[in-house]
């Protein structure tokens, strides 16, 4: 039983009280008699309103599957379909042109393009890694991953291999030929590199001495100018750094001394407090709040143990250098950190208002979130995180412009209760749902003067998509929905309508995750599609991709880019409310049962992480054991293609089942290594993990909007009572 604080009509967890109070409000000018009070006004009166919006959901959902039921094939016309939309506010009425307004924003959202990362903030290893991942090494990424191919003995070893070396040196001298080109020659011919008259000096193996092409992308050294240790560079407002340690045995062994390159990578990093963390109750939040309050505070640490030696991890300090005028110069050493609170929809027990009722989580997550933000922007921390003093917030999963204008409502809220000024807190918009991407700007408008973000999310948006349209018919294989006209209008869409807004040297327009994280190869072939459509961020898995992903944003300027695409004809909404129907279901018994064991693997191999260990992301097998990024999105999509075909009668429940069992007993095997895991097939009726995957399937077209987290904490409740 949950102890619990009786505090101002609210009844807060024992744990969660007990934090804010000891660890939160002393280093902030607010006292807990003022906190709590303001607090619990705060829920009361926008609570319903929360409700009320939950409701209207509910409500379009309705009349929509209604609609569908009465128009089924032949009985369809789209132009129909659309003023049906109109009529019932799903599709809402259009906004005058505008641009944003949003102030003090810092570089790397508004002017700088760059990689981003999500972690989840629950586990502090991950969150130092992210927030460290500002910088990281060219060669090690090369090196580690599949980038560099096997072949011709260099392959990798358990010691170093040279002639893998040796390649990863050839592709970084790429690099700077393709980024800083010289005036003659090559950087692989060069043998030294000095700085002479506030210049770059590179002398060839020929003995001839050349300068760089444009001058002015060299800011900068460190150490002597004859022999410097290290040389920085700007491109596309990226830097690079080329470092020269003589004790490495890459320089001793390279013609130059150059012995690695390091790349600013993850210029963002997203700390998740939503799709990729298991937080069911006051413990678990507690546990990502005081996470989110270290790197506020500037403190994480977290101390590991590898190969037999204890290690402890700290955020970074800023890097210096010496500037060309002989002043000194600042990299930032740590990326900038959004934290992303979690929807509108899930609540949470950690705190219950004066009926008794959990409070909604979005709401506990945005002023708990912020207060402890408030350690940054009034600088009573010992490493900066915005320079520009604003706090980033991501909003998920909101549901057209009424949702953002409630969110935003609720910032205000925040803001006045924190004494903050109007417009402190920023807002990242996800584009994940229908219902916001056909309105996308009109949802923009509603946080005209604080939105800092929209990026679209694949996953979410097709799980949604499916749900949205459930009883439209039968939805084409997952494989072929990708392929389906919606989804290139609405990732289009997405960028047409930032720039329209003034995004552009304002804000982010983001595109979502690379989701192999073992096929650096793969992702540095194709992930630049992401920066060629005119986002200037993109999602990746780890520090490794974030640095390769960096090498896309030196190939093209994307803020150029963007001024290009303003001009190009904008996608069409049409397309976007395009359902993503199957042309023809006549798919033999061996497709369905593929499709079916391709989705119950992916749904098992995850929820039973998260059921048993309350582990919210993390790289799960596939049916083909390739390892992928999973959180909620992946689940989202899964469960609801099976419930629609379940619906349709394409397959039986009994289909369904003995898939389900049959890829239960393929994961129990990939995860045979795991000494914490406990195998579903030992007992399918009574372990919680299988049962909550046939319920997100057989359950799942009663879920709000196909949502899978109110089942997800149900039974994660159900096992942590169990198992105490």
């Not at 083909?624 to 689940?635: H, K, P, Q, S």
């Not at 290594?673 to 319920?695: C, P, R, V, W």
Request: overall charge negative.
């Amino acid at each position: 039983m949950t102890k619990r604080i009786s505090i101002s009509d609210l009844q807060v967890a024992e744990e969660l009280y007990q934090f804010v109070n000891e660890q939160v409000l002393p280093g902030t000018e607010l006292s807990a008699d003022k906190f709590w009070p303001s607090f619990a006004k705060l829920i009361a009166e926008l609570s319903p309103k929360n409700k009320d919006l939950l409701l209207k959901r509910t409500a379009l959902q309705a009349q929509i599957t209604q609609y569908h039921q009465t128009h089924q094939a032949e009985n369809f016309d789209f132009e129909h379909y659309k003023a049906f939309l109109t009529d019932i506010g799903y599709l809402s009425a259009p906004v005058e042109d505008f641009s944003i307004s949003t102030e003090n924003v810092d570089a790397e959202l508004a002017t700088i393009a760059g990689p981003q990362l999500v972690v989840p903030v629950m586990n502090a290893r991950f969150a130092l890694n992210a927030v460290n991942a500002r910088w990281g090494s060219l060669y090690d990424a090369l090196y580690g991953s599949d980038v560099i191919a096997d072949d011709n003995g260099a392959e990798k070893t358990k010691s170093y291999n040279p002639a893998r070396g040796a390649k990863v040196v050839a592709f970084a001298r790429d690099f700077l030929d393709q980024t800083i080109p010289l005036e003659n020659g090559s950087h692989h011919d060069a043998k030294r590199y000095q700085v002479i008259d506030s210049a770059l000096a590179v002398t060839l193996n020929s003995g001839e001495t050349t300068h760089l092409a444009e001058p002015a992308l060299f800011i900068g050294f460190k150490g002597e100018k004859t022999s410097p240790d290290e040389l920085v560079f700007k491109h596309n407002d990226l830097h690079f750094v080329v470092e020269f340690d003589q004790k490495s045995t890459i320089a001793q062994s390279d013609n130059a001394g150059i012995s690695d390159i390091s790349m600013e990578s993850a210029l963002t990093t997203i700390m998740d407090c939503e799709d990729s963390v298991a937080a069911v109750d006051a413990q678990d939040k507690v546990i990502a709040y005081k996470n989110w309050l270290g790197l506020n505070q500037g403190t994480l640490s977290e101390t590991f143990e590898k190969s037999g030696k204890q290690h402890t991890r700290l955020m970074h300090q800023d890097k210096a250098y010496q500037k060309l005028d002989g002043s000194q110069g600042k990299l930032k050493a740590r990326s900038l950190m959004f934290v992303r609170n979690v929807g509108h929809l899930m609540t949470n027990n950690a705190i219950l208002d004066q009926h008794n009722n959990e409070v909604p989580e979005g709401i506990m997550d945005a002023v708990i979130t912020s207060l402890i933000s408030s350690y940054d922007v009034k600088q009573k921390n010992t490493l900066c995180n915005s320079e520009a003093g604003s706090i980033y917030i991501v909003k998920p999963k909101m549901h057209g412009p009424e949702e953002v204008a409630f969110a935003n409502e609720l910032f205000d809220r925040v803001e006045d209760l924190l004494s903050l000024p109007r417009n402190t807190i920023k807002m990242g918009i996800m584009d994940e749902e229908r219902r916001t991407s056909v309105n996308l700007k009109a949802c923009i408008y509603q946080a005209k003067e604080r939105v800092v973000f929209i990026n679209t999310g694949f996953l979410d948006r097709t799980g949604d998509e499916i749900h949205t349209s459930m009883a439209a018919g039968v939805m084409a294989r997952k494989a072929d929905i990708k392929l389906t006209k919606w989804i290139a209008a609405y990732e289009d869409n997405n960028v047409d309508i930032g720039l329209a807004c003034g995004f552009s040297g304002k804000a982010q327009i983001g595109k979502g995750m690379w989701p192999i994280p073992d096929q650096m190869a793969n992702m540095l072939a194709t992930k630049i599609n992401h920066v060629q459509a005119g986002a200037n961020t993109a999602w990746v898995p780890s520090p490794t991709a974030a640095t390769l992903h960096a090498l896309h944003y030196h190939k093209v300027n994307v803020l150029q880019l963007q001024q290009q695409l303003k001009t190009r004809t904008p996608a069409n909404v049409d397309d976007i409310l395009t359902i993503p129907l199957a042309e023809n279901t006549n798919w033999s018994a061996q497709e369905i049962s593929d499709e079916l064991d391709n989705n119950s693997q992916g749904i098992l191999g995850y929820v039973v992480r998260w059921i048993d260990q309350g582990v919210g992301c993390s790289k799960v097998p596939d049916i083909n054991d390739i390892g992928l990024m999973e959180d909620r999105a992946t689940l989202r999509i899964s469960s609801q293609h099976m419930a629609n075909w379940l619906q349709h009668n394409i397959c039986t429940p009994e289909q369904v089942i003995a898939s389900m069992k049959k890829m239960a007993t393929v994961v129990d095997g990939q995860n045979k290594g795991d000494a914490l895991y406990q195998a579903m097939s030992d007992d399918f009726d009574n372990n919680i993990a299988f049962q909550t995957a046939l319920e997100l399937v057989f359950k799942g077209h009663q879920q709000p909007n196909g949502y899978t987290e109110p089942l997800l904490h149900k039974n994660r409740l159900l096992f942590k009572a169990q198992t105490k």
